[in-house]
């Protein structure tokens, strides 16, 4: 065997194998160089080693090689030899291929002199050369040179090869490629449609080369936005293939049309009915005439389960995914069948069925053989699920395992599970180192990291911060929307999944720091945009209108937020059920609505309904987790009783199957303290309490912590221990406000404490407390919020009890006509103001009126002792002043 030929070096690879390929070609170059080294045949065997060196792409071994076997020709038979230039064309693919296209292109500048010398502008070898140039530039996004090359290039083939030949056609296909990667599609359509006329003649209407170019012009119609007349071609090309048949055609032909229909689709142009069509059909056309089984129906079955969980259609993508484990399991690799079951769970765990979702996961790791990197991605996603259902310490301990410094995307993914576990400390000293990368590197990764710290901001009430985020993150992520025309970028946007949540998110800032208007504005929007992208039943619009409800209620939009509510509860019931926690939630919301309108008969009948329709008797999770809401729906009501048995009902069968410290369990045993606390128990309440701290992180949630801290405090005040409640609330305040001072909770804990020493007859330092939270309130909440007003109250009756009338009658003076305006006339505490007003000024009144009568007393005695008493005092010149006053004084006193 000579090895001249590609198709002999071919063969001998498929026969011997590469590294025996290789072993021969050097014997061959060995044996060879014994007799002549530089020989022609030596420099022979060694062209045959480098062009298959570039076959199993070793292109820099290559490169080195045919630079080699070109100057051993140029000693052979000149620099101008055949040979050598030939030699000097391979150096420059090898270059190439071997990623110094600037090098390569300099060469093949300098190569195509030399050859047109030689052999003259029209020859092949000068051709060849051409098209490598016009390939290079392009590959160096060149594309303006590019193009102007390929131009030249096919004048000069049409002038000296005339438009039939198939390397005119190729070079009407090279300045069509240009022509559509930098973005000029009529240009590429055209000179598609230059090599279709071609073609149709040289190779007939039905060859495959010809219909490769109809559908590259059927495809450039569609990004024409020709959606019409791109159907029409494909159609056409899909008929006459039911007659020529080429399988491999035929799947390209299909998968591009999806590509384009998918693209009307997001222009607005094409129905989402539409593309499910296409997808459906193309699917059932190719595994008529493949096979059920082949790769092209298997990534076909593939994009379509993707649409399916692109659209919502989870429960439909869950039977593609498991038709697909059936094909995959018969010839697939182990790592595709993990993939393919990674997915399945996946899906499971996006409908609700979390158990099966761990289960699936935990069979596809038993898979044998899978590689270790797919292993890692499996228990990423079963870490994910584990903290779905409260298993946080396992999901926490195999993602350490998975963790490395050096790997933001497995640092962040721990960090997740820390933020489910609301361990938010930890997850933002894992992040914050990576966000000064996340800033600078708009990646999907990197998004994720700005995503989670505006979520961690949120929940440690860090507002401004998150609102902050929110915003870097959505202006990252329009950035990345690879579109100029922006029409169709703010379509894109509209459509874009993630884009909605940060919108969502960002709205919901606006709402917490009261930017009510602005966060109702946005929010109108995006429910808009979600129920064209997702569909008006889809979890995200649903949640974004249970926003906008809340944001109406918090604007004191009272009577919108009541309509929405109830709206969105008819809606929850509809696509969630009774008793899905989406749901429960919004009964929760429409029944403090209703109260605080002053509805209580309607309040009380919105959870009458809930608890009704709530099953009975269902075991597990599930039935544990109907009776803690059962419980929460109860203490609403303020059927502390029933409360009591529900919510012990939950903790016990939290802890028998989640175990004791699942959040749960404690939610639930939380909830027995409070029951019992409510119907009077404060012992039984204190040793509940003290029962489910131990179990708490107090950094995981210091703010919530504070809080518990502060019931068991009253509980401990109730129950007569005064001195430990103190002690108990002075913690509870200090957490509090070293978390966040300005929160409504450590003010609220902070006026409890000046209430108990209220009650403790401890006046003066009540007071102290209440000036301190009542100006505090006023900067964060306002001079005119209910809670400003009640501690300016709190202020005034402290010097009320303090006896310091005066005061308190000045303090009460300006305020009641403030609640009056603000509150109402009405209002049970603008009352309790002027209650306490009167109060304070019958002390002052009684005074008032003992000082008038004094001053009237003293009036009478200065008038008596000017009067002329005539004989009386000529004849007893001698008689004191004071006895004639005491004197006087026995007359008016005592009537003689």
Avoid at 612 to 633: F, K
Avoid at 719 to 739: H, L
């Amino acid at each position: 065997m000579s090895f001249d030929s590609r198709e002999e070096l071919l063969q001998l690879l498929r026969s011997e194998g590469t590294v025996r390929a290789l072993e021969i070609l050097d014997e061959h170059i060995a044996t060879a160089s014994l007799s002549a080294a530089g020989s022609a045949e030596a420099t022979r065997a060694l062209a045959a080693k480098a062009a298959l060196l570039y076959m199993i792409d070793r292109d820099d071994e290559a490169a080195d090689l045919w630079a080699q076997v070109s100057r051993q020709w140029s000693v052979l038979n000149g620099a101008d030899s055949a040979e050598s230039l030939g030699a000097r064309v391979e150096w420059v693919l090898a270059t190439a291929f071997s990623g110094e296209q600037d090098a390569a292109l300099t060469e093949s500048t300098r190569l195509l002199a030399d050859i047109e010398a030689v052999a003259g502008e029209d020859a092949v070898e000068a051709f060849r050369v051409r098209e490598i140039r016009v390939r290079l530039t392009a590959d160096l996004t060149r594309y303006p040179q590019a193009l102007e090359m390929a131009h030249d290039l096919r004048d000069r083939r049409l002038s000296a090869l005339g438009p039939l030949h198939p390397d005119t056609v190729r070079s009407h296909r090279i300045v069509a490629g240009i022509a559509s990667t930098s973005g000029d599609y009529e240009a590429a359509l055209e000179s598609y449609r230059a090599a279709l006329i071609a073609l149709e003649q040289s190779d007939g209407p039905r060859a495959v080369t010809t219909l490769d170019v109809r559908e590259d012009v059927a495809y450039l119609l569609g990004l024409l936005g020709r959606y019409g007349d791109a159907e029409i071609a494909y159609t056409d090309l899909l008929d006459d293939l039911r007659t020529h048949p080429h399988p491999d055609l035929l799947g390209t032909i299909l998968r591009r049309r999806i590509v384009i229909t998918e693209r009307g689709e997001l222009e607005g142009a094409l129905t989402g009915d539409t593309l499910d069509e296409v997808f459906t059909s193309s699917i059932e056309r190719l595994t008529t005439e493949a096979g059920a089984g082949d790769e092209a129906v298997i990534l076909m079955r593939q994009r379509w389960a993707a649409r399916l969980i692109d659209t919502l259609r989870h429960a439909r993508a869950l039977e593609e995914y498991r038709r697909l484990d059936d094909l995959i399991s018969q010839e697939g690799t182990p790592d595709d069948i993990l993939e393919n079951r990674d997915r399945i769970a996946f899906t499971l765990r996006t409908l609700g069925a979390t158990d099966e979702a761990i289960a699936t996961f935990q069979a596809a790791l038993d898979i044998p053989e899978i590689t270790p990197a797919s292993r890692d991605v499996v228990r990423r996603r079963l870490a994910m699920t584990l903290t779905d259902v409260g298993r946080d310490d396992e999901a926490i301990s195999i993602l350490r395992e998975l963790s490395t410094p050096e790997d933001p995307a497995s640092q962040n993914d721990l960090a997740v599970a820390y933020i489910r576990a609301d361990r938010y400390i930890e997850a933002q000293r894992l992040l914050e180192p990576l966000r000064a990368q996340a800033l600078t590197e708009n990646t999907p990764g990197n998004r994720r990291v700005l995503g989670n710290l505006a979520l961690i901001a949120c929940e440690l009430d860090q507002h401004d911060r998150a609102r902050n985020e929110w915003i870097q993150l959505l202006r990252n992520q329009m950035a990345d929307i690879d579109v100029t025309d922006e029409a169709r970028r703010q379509r894109t946007a509209d459509a874009d999944p993630d884009i909605l949540t940060t919108r969502h998110n960002l709205a919901r800032e606006h709402e917490h720091l009261g930017d009510y208007d602005l966060a109702i504005t946005e929010l109108d929007r995006l429910i808009e945009a979600r129920i064209a992208a997702q569909g008006p039943d889809s979890t995200e619009a649903l949640s974004s209108r249970s926003a906008r409800a809340w944001t109406a209620y918090r604007a004191g939009h009272l009577e919108d937020a009541a309509e929405r509510f109830r709206a969105l509860l008819a809606d929850r019931t509809r696509v969630f059920g009774p008793e899905d926690p989406r749901t429960l939630d919004t009964v929760d919301n429409l029944a403090d609505v209703e109260r605080a309108r002053g509805n209580t008969e309607a309040s009380s009948a919105v959870v009458a309904e809930s608890l009704a329709s709530l099953g009975e008797g269902a075991a597990g999770l599930s039935g544990a987790r109907i009776s803690l809401r059962r419980a929460i729906l109860l203490a609403d009501q303020r059927r502390f009783a029933d409360a009591l048995v529900a919510f012990r009902q939950a903790a016990d069968t939290f802890s028998e199957v989640a175990g004791p410290t699942h959040p749960e369990t404690l939610q639930a045993r939380r909830g027995v303290a409070d029951a019992v606390f409510r119907i009077g128990s404060p012992a039984e309440a204190v040793a509940a309490y003290r029962e489910v701290i131990p179990y708490l992180d107090p950094d995981a949630d210091p703010l919530g912590f504070a809080m518990l801290q502060g019931r068991l405090a009253q509980g401990l005040f109730q129950n007569g221990d005064i001195e430990q409640s103190m002690v108990e609330q002075r913690a509870a305040i200090a957490r509090a406000t070293a978390f966040a001072p300005d929160s409504a909770d450590a003010l609220g804990l902070r006026s409890r404490l000046g209430r108990r020493l209220t009650i403790l007859g401890r006046h003066e330092e009540a007071e102290a407390i209440y000036r301190a939270v009542a100006r505090d309130r006023a900067r964060v909440l306002g001079p005119t919020h209910r809670d400003t007003l009640d501690s300016r109250s709190d202020v005034a009756e402290a010097l009320l009890a303090r006896r310091r009338y005066w005061a308190a009658s000045r303090a009460f003076k300006t305020l009641v006509p403030v609640m009056q305006r603000e509150l109402g006339v009405d209002d049970r505490d603008t009352a309790r103001a002027r209650s306490k007003h009167a109060e304070a000024l019958k002390p002052l009144l009684r005074r008032v009126f003992g000082v008038l009568i004094l001053l009237v007393v003293v009036a009478v005695l200065v008038l008596i002792a000017l009067l002329p008493w005539g004989n009386l005092a000529a004849e007893t010149p001698t008689m004191a002043p004071a006895s004639m006053l005491a004197e006087a004084i026995g007359d008016v006193g005592f009537g003689g």
